[in-house]
């Protein structure tokens, strides 16, 4: 009897410790995915849209991140096991276009402990 109480609260912990689905409002996953460094600018009609729910991609994983934005264009590793996920969303240098500057870029800086704290851009425009 003991056992079954103690795999029903396990059950129940493992249960409410799990994050939902992030829904995004105004935002298309494969559509970001496949502007890879933001040369093609449709992840740039996403950014605002994208600003506002920050508060939905704050504290979530690494890997969750890459769940739903892909892969980083740029990874930037940081003092104390910090890390940054850059995501272009505007054409520019990384393009390999003759442009002087970088695109906008979409940074999420990650703690120590691999989850989102802060959310913002290289530069507003």
């Keep these: 009897m003991r056992i079954f109480f103690l795999w029903i609260a396990g059950t129940f912990l ?3 410790c799990q994050k939902n ?3 995004l409002d105004n935002f298309d996953k494969t559509l970001w995915q496949n502007d890879s ?3 093609k600018n449709i992840r740039l009609q996403m950014l605002v849209s994208l600003e506002k729910q920050k508060a939905k991609l704050l504290g979530l994983s690494q890997e969750k991140i890459a769940e739903i934005l892909g892969k980083p264009d740029k990874q930037e590793l940081q003092k104390r096991n910090a890390k940054r996920f850059v995501y272009y969303v505007s054409e520019g240098s990384q393009c390999g276009k003759n442009k002087q500057t970088e695109g906008i870029a979409l940074i999420l800086q990650f703690g120590a402990l691999n989850y989102v704290s802060e959310i913002y851009r290289n530069r507003y425009e």
């Design 14 to 16: 493992l249960a409410a």
């Design 21 to 23: 689905e992030v829904k």
């Design 37 to 39: 460094k933001g040369c």
